[in-house]
């Protein structure tokens, strides 16, 4: 039980200084404030978390924990890379759908300090090889004539805004669009990993009229 307990502790704690760091920054935010955000006091925090720094990759480790594992999965799947595409997008959604304040706090302080966020994703290399499979999975379908032709740069910017962009602007999306019903936009979600998807396949299909 007291493992349990302390789990969602942590949990707390990493979801208090991500909205912390989202409000203040990496660099304004404070122990104490992520203490108070946590309902918790700051011996207590620094018992499962002695700095920001620490708190910053545990948090960055959370996300790509959540996604990078799973693409490599998926890339290594024995299925048409129609069915990987569908499959990773599909990811990208229900992950941040299930985590909404992610692509605020990482566009934040890509703003904010890009090279802290690089530094701390290359700390480990191993983080980011599940990228590098999934590009040369990309790269060798285009050499294959599956995919078409394009700076790899082009298909993540795309992608990245396909989907992230409706969260960052849920509210007044769901406000003008909307007309105000969250149910709406929940629906709107549901419709669009099909939607995303069906871009990116006009996006990379071979025959594409340039």
């Known amino acids: ?76 799947e024995a299925t048409p890379y129609q069915d990987k595409i569908k499959k990773i997008i599909r990811l990208y959604m229900q992950t941040i759908r299930e985590n909404r304040s992610m692509p605020l706090f990482v566009i934040n302080e890509f703003q904010r300090d890009p090279q802290h966020l690089y530094r701390a994703v290359i700390k480990d290399p191993v983080r980011i090889m599940p990228v590098i499979k999934l590009r040369q999975f990309v790269e060798n379908e285009m050499e294959k004539g599956n995919l078409r032709k394009m700076p790899i740069v082009d298909l993540v910017s795309t992608f990245v805004s396909l989907v992230i962009f409706p969260f960052l602007i849920r509210r007044p999306l769901t406000e003008i669009f909307l007309e105000g019903k969250e149910e709406a936009f929940e629906a709107f979600l549901d419709r669009r990993t099909e939607f995303v998807y069906g871009i990116v396949e006009k996006l990379l299909n071979p025959n594409h009229i340039k």
């Open 1 to 76: 039980m007291k493992q349990e307990d302390n789990k969602e502790v942590e949990v707390r704690i990493l979801d208090a200084a991500r909205q912390i760091f989202i409000k203040k920054g990496f660099e304004a935010a404070t122990m104490g404030d992520i203490a108070n955000e946590a309902g918790i006091g700051r011996t207590s925090l620094n018992y499962y978390f002695r700095t920001k720094e620490i708190l910053f990759e545990a948090i960055l480790d959370q996300l790509l924990g959540m996604i990078l594992p799973n693409i490599a999965q998926i890339v290594d």
